[in-house]
């Protein structure tokens, strides 16, 4: 075949194909790119509905970060893991970021553990939340304890790398089991969950902590901390005095103190290394029955209701 026939075949060929296979030659397609959407971000009210462990990250951040994918959301009715207790910061597209990163928001973003404690009926404002109404104790800071873990939840893989950077605080039982309740105002009414209570074997701070979940029978409920600067400025009659009154403000009553069923019990930390007669001090005030009976539930916000001894 002359050479130029064949070329002149080999180029219908090729032209044949080109017409009858679609994109053969790289054909264009009409469109408008649109945004990934994703679902809002947890509310106050929301809770995980799944344990919290495995969705953990690790940022560095000295607030473990739970990444919100990898937990069920949901109202926080039944058995739950954690609540949502802060709005937190709004979501913005402002390119990608970190987690870790420094908060985005125009407002300062409040400490996690502060927001924890306002949701559970504590005021923030002081230097350490305490009791609304709290009395001003000379030379001695008292704190209410609530046994809670505090998490950052934050946006998922896909989420962070578009750009989406909102934050969400969580609290979370210290003792890492289900609940049934809401830790929402718990000091004024008294519906604290059994597991953010802080209830042990005895009334040793320096022991290994063992805590025992409040719903269980336990001996001791510790109500509070208390820390002084210089502790040579207070004596232990004043660390005494000082627990029967928070014990009284914590519980809403004086009552079960009073009637001898509870006492307040008050034990100085001995194994933080301090020794100097005007070293630091922190002191547990704890409450137990006068008799060594058990109770089996918080006596946070007792109130006028029979002390929980259990049967």
């Not at 109404?133 to 209410?144: L, N, Q």
């Not at 969400?168 to 718990?186: F, K």
Request: a negative charge.
């Amino acid at each position: 075949m002359d050479r130029r026939l064949a070329g002149l075949v080999v180029l219908v060929v090729v032209l044949v194909a080109a017409t009858a296979l679609p994109g053969f030659s790289g054909r264009r397609v009409a469109g408008v790119a649109s945004a990934m959407i994703f679902p809002d971000p947890p509310s106050v009210g929301d809770c995980a509905l799944s344990p919290l462990d495995g969705a953990m990250s690790n940022s560095g951040s000295r607030t473990p970060e739970v990444g919100v994918t990898g937990v069920t959301w949901g109202r926080c009715t039944g058995q739950v893991f954690g609540e949502i207790v802060d709005p937190g910061f709004a979501s913005s597209a402002a390119g990608p970021t970190n987690s870790g990163s420094a908060n985005p928001s125009p407002e300062p973003r409040r400490r996690c553990s502060r927001a924890v404690a306002a949701f559970a009926g504590l005021d923030p404002s002081s230097p350490r939340p305490t009791i609304p109404g709290t009395p001003p104790f000379e030379h001695i800071s008292w704190a209410p304890t609530l046994g809670f873990d505090p998490y950052r939840v934050v946006p998922g893989q896909e989420e962070r790398a578009a750009g989406r950077t909102w934050s969400r605080c969580l609290a979370a039982p210290i003792v890492h089991r289900s609940y049934q309740g809401t830790l929402a105002q718990a000091f004024q009414t008294g519906q604290l969950p059994g597991e953010f209570g802080l209830c042990w074997s005895g009334t040793d701070l320096d022991r290994a902590i063992d805590l025992i979940p409040c719903d269980e029978p336990h001996v001791a409920e510790l109500l509070a901390t208390a820390f002084v600067e210089d502790r040579s400025l207070v004596t232990r009659d004043d660390y005494q005095r000082t627990c029967g009154q928070m014990a009284a403000l914590i519980m809403r009553t004086d009552a079960p103190i009073l009637s001898g069923d509870l006492t307040a019990v008050i034990d100085p930390v001995t194994s933080d290394g301090q020794s100097l007669p005007t070293s630091p001090q922190t002191v547990g005030c704890f409450v137990v029955s006068v008799d060594e009976r058990r109770l089996d539930q918080t006596v946070i916000a007792l109130d006028d209701r029979p002390v929980p001894f259990a049967a």
